[in-house]
Structures are given as C-alpha cells and as structure tokens.
C-alpha cells in the first residue's frame, strides 16, 4: 500500500504530495514540528508533545487555525490510512505562502503537513543491546534551542558528520566544554554514585518529551537525578551514558569520541530506564 500524507486539508499519495515554492518552510525554514512514536497504533505521549507544540508556535508567533481536536483527528486519520502501528507520525506547520520577504503579514495561512510511517522495532531494540557511539562536535547553534523549530541545517551537518565518522549521534559542546544535547536527541550519563545526570533546561536545549518522561519514571523509581551540565570528559568517565528521543527512547551509549564509556557495554540502569519507558507506552497504548 502506497504511503499517506495530509496537506492543507487534502489527503493524498505521499509521493505526490506538495507545497507551494513560496512556502515560508521553504524559503526561510520558518515553521516548527512534532514527531510522535507510534506503539500499538496510539500515539505515545501525546498530551506532552501537544503542549510542546503550542509553545514552538507561541515563540515563533504562528497562530494555530485547527483546534486541538481537530487536529487529533488528522494525526489520528494519517496514522490510520498509513496503517501504522509501529513507527512514527511527522507534523509540521509553517506560517504559510506569502510573496518572499523576511517580514511577513499578519493574515497568512499556515500550512499543515502530516506524514507517517511504520518503523519494525527490532531495529530499536537491536540497537539498544548493542550500544551507540558518539562524536562530540561545537554547538554552533542559535540561541533558542528549546523551540522545535524546522530549522536544523547545524544539526543536519552534525548528524553526518557523525554518520561518516561510524558513530550514531553527534553531541554538541558548548564554548565552556559543556555538552548541551545530541543533533536529535537529549544527553544523559549515570554517574559512579548512580546518580542520573542530564542538562537543565534553558534556552539552549529542547524540552524533550521523552526526557521528561523519563525523568517522572526515574523519580517513580526512587533514583537520584540531578539537572546539571557535565563535560565530554566527565561522559566519557561515566558509569553509563545514553541518549533519549520518541524515536530512540533510552538509548545506550558505549563510546564518545572513540572512548569506552564504563564497560563498553549498556549499562545496567540505561537498560532498566529503557524497559519502564516501554512498560509505560504499553500502558497508553492499552488506554487507547
């Protein structure tokens, strides 16, 4: 079955889907985005990614013309059509079609696009018994990070060049040492006192959804967490690193920038954080 997209109120063959080449998405990445995992054909998480969404598009000051509802059932109808029930649905809404000019008028029309695809999650799982790699990279980035805007050109440079480097993920670092995140996905290490580490929010990262829910499981878990920056050195001494995403999850780490990290193995504690947050989007899926 050839896949599904939704496009401006029309949904059609995937392939044959399109904007127009006045699209401020095109023209100036001028827009924001959402991807949710897909488990068992529910969305996971989806209240978080919603609130994530209206913040991207408050901060960027695109209004949001499809109630909430209504955009629930086009994420819902997308995911359907493409009968997924495993894998990932994309949105991404621009400010819309205007004459090209930096500034933009108050009354454009934003357009709406919504993909989805199946993913086998054996590819997943694979991974995470193995373990990832990292390369760490400059954070050149501008300074709001914590919008999920659609502009990602430093990221897209630095996931490849991780990627012809044989690593998985690229970790940003910032001008004091600090890593800030991954290209797409959020940092973490495990201390020698087991203690889990992972950024603080600010203008410099993205909230991720999985981060935080990752966050309440490890408090429900009674472990100890602390919001603070760490070096590259620090992650390479570390007992245990990993990153998080919706479409990676708990993600163990075994080698940053060519160093072993703890045992060169997933650690204990990544791999117990990676099954509850599957044990939790089980149970939303089952809700469902």
Not at 181 to 187: F, I, L, P, V
């Given at each position: 079955?050839?896949?599904i997209?939704?496009v401006?109120?029309?949904y059609?063959a995937?392939?044959?889907?399109a904007?127009?080449i006045?699209?401020r998405?095109?023209?100036?990445?001028?827009g924001?985005?959402?991807?949710?995992?897909?488990?068992?054909?529910?969305?996971?998480?989806?209240?978080l990614?919603?609130?994530r969404?209206r913040?991207s598009l408050?901060e960027l000051?695109?209004?949001m013309?499809l109630?909430?509802r209504?955009?629930d059932?086009i994420?819902?109808?997308?995911v359907?059509?493409?009968?997924?029930q495993e894998?990932?649905?994309?949105?991404q809404?621009t400010?819309?079609v205007?004459?090209r000019?930096?500034?933009?008028d108050?009354d454009?029309?934003?357009s709406?696009?919504?993909?989805a695809k199946?993913?086998d999650p054996?590819i997943?799982?694979?991974k995470a018994?193995?373990g990832v790699?990292i390369?760490?990279?400059t954070d050149?980035?501008w300074q709001r990070c914590?919008?999920?805007?659609?502009?990602?050109?430093p990221?897209?440079?630095a996931?490849?060049?991780?990627r012809?480097?044989?690593?998985y993920?690229?970790?940003?670092v910032d001008?004091k040492g600090f890593v800030t995140?991954?290209?797409?996905?959020?940092?973490?290490i495990?201390?020698?006192?087991?203690?889990?580490?992972?950024?603080?929010l600010?203008s410099?990262i993205?909230g991720g959804?999985t981060?935080?829910t990752?966050?309440?499981i490890?408090e429900q878990?009674?472990?100890?967490i602390?919001e603070r920056?760490f070096?590259?050195?620090?992650?390479?001494n570390a007992?245990?690193?990993?990153?998080?995403?919706?479409t990676?999850?708990?993600?163990?780490v075994?080698a940053?920038?060519?160093?072993?990290?703890?045992?060169g193995?997933?650690g204990?504690l990544?791999?117990?954080?990676?099954q509850?947050?599957l044990d939790?989007?089980?149970?939303?899926?089952?809700?469902?």
């Open positions: 079955m050839s896949r997209a939704y401006n109120g029309s059609g995937h392939n044959l889907a904007v127009h006045e699209d998405g095109f023209q100036f990445a001028d924001v985005y959402e991807v949710w995992a897909v488990r068992a054909g529910a969305l996971q998480d989806h209240a990614h919603m609130k969404l913040r408050r000051d695109i209004p013309r109630t909430e209504a955009l059932v994420l819902d109808e997308v359907r059509r493409n009968r997924v894998g990932m649905v994309y949105l809404i400010r819309g205007a004459p000019d930096h500034a933009w108050v454009i029309e934003p709406i696009v919504v993909t199946s993913v054996a997943g799982h694979k018994k193995l790699e390369r760490t990279i050149i980035r914590d919008i999920k805007s659609i502009s990602l050109l990221n897209v440079l996931k490849q060049k991780a012809e480097q044989g690593a993920e690229a970790w940003f001008d995140e991954g290209s797409s996905t959020n940092a973490w495990v201390t020698k006192d087991k203690v889990l580490v992972t950024r603080a600010g410099d993205l959804v981060r935080l990752l966050l309440g490890a878990h009674q472990l100890k602390e920056s070096t590259v050195a620090e992650a390479q007992t245990e690193a990993f990153i998080s995403a919706a990676t999850l708990a993600m163990p075994i940053i920038d060519g160093v072993q990290v703890g045992d193995r997933p204990a990544t791999t117990s954080l990676r509850a947050y939790h989007g089980a149970k939303q899926a089952d809700r469902e």
